[in-house]
């Protein structure tokens, strides 16, 4: 076995068995995992704690996994989610990302694959640790809005915003390229991947959560513009003074 690692994992599924294989195996790696097996139960104890990683079934007695993932998003938690879905349900994986998790599984899978999907998860964040503690940073500064991309930090008016990693990778894209329009399918390219088959909805629906953060007004937005006809873009700087 493993040291003892720092990570904490909240696995959230109602079949028992795949709850207990996955709470054993991810122990053995040294990483503490605590199972709840209905959605209401789950959503409960992820507000509870900063977990490290959430393991999300779809398919829950009490309130289902879309649910919870919306509610976690609502109170502006951005610890990543990792969901399972069956893998015939494309849908389920589209609004599972439109609602704001980082990636999906697909039932069935094999135990190293997730065990490498966490590892990479964290490994990830590990970097993102490592070059926050660098002490040169770049700064992106609109108006009140502050962006600190090695940090993966963004500031309004000096106040800290929880945004998720897909939120986080949106406003840094335009906020690195203001004034440039983008279409959602660009949008769903660069962010998602060329392999992402999602629809337009995911990008609007992640603008939508952007601007509740970052606009003083989201239905007059200052930052995020929205070009008819196309897709989005950002202010650039002399529309802000």
């Not at 493993?2 to 109602?14: F, G, H, P, Q």
């Not at 989201?218 to 529309?239: D, H, L, N, Q």
Request: hydrophobic share 35%; aromatic share 8%.
């Amino acid at each position: 076995m493993e040291k003892i690692k720092t990570e904490s994992i909240l696995i959230i599924e109602d079949d028992r068995d795949i709850a207990e294989l996955l709470r054993l195996n991810l122990s053995e790696q040294g990483y503490r995992a605590e199972v709840c097996h209905n959605g209401l139960a789950g959503l409960e104890r992820a507000l509870e704690e900063n977990w490290s990683l959430i393991i999300l079934d779809i398919m829950l007695p009490g309130m289902d996994g879309f649910e919870v993932c919306k509610s976690i998003r609502s109170s502006n938690r951005s610890m990543p989610v990792l969901m399972l879905t069956a893998k015939s349900d494309e849908l389920d994986k589209v609004l599972g990302l439109e609602l704001g998790a980082d990636g999906y599984m697909t039932k069935p899978f094999g135990i190293r694959e997730l065990l490498a999907r966490v590892k990479s998860i964290f490994r990830r964040i590990e970097v993102d640790r490592e070059q926050n503690s660098s002490k040169t940073y770049r700064e992106l500064r609109f108006g009140d809005l502050q962006i600190f991309p090695e940090k993966r930090k963004v500031l309004l008016r000096n106040v800290p915003l929880e945004l998720t990693t897909k939120e986080f990778e949106l406003l840094l894209l335009f906020a690195d390229n203001p004034g440039r329009a983008y279409s959602r399918q660009e949008l769903l390219d660069v962010v998602w991947g060329y392999q992402y088959g999602g629809y337009s909805h995911t990008v609007n629906s992640h603008i939508n959560r952007i601007r509740n953060k970052i606009e003083d007004d989201s239905s007059e937005p200052r930052y995020i513009k929205t070009v008819w006809g196309m897709g989005y873009r950002f202010a650039e700087k002399g529309e802000l003074t």
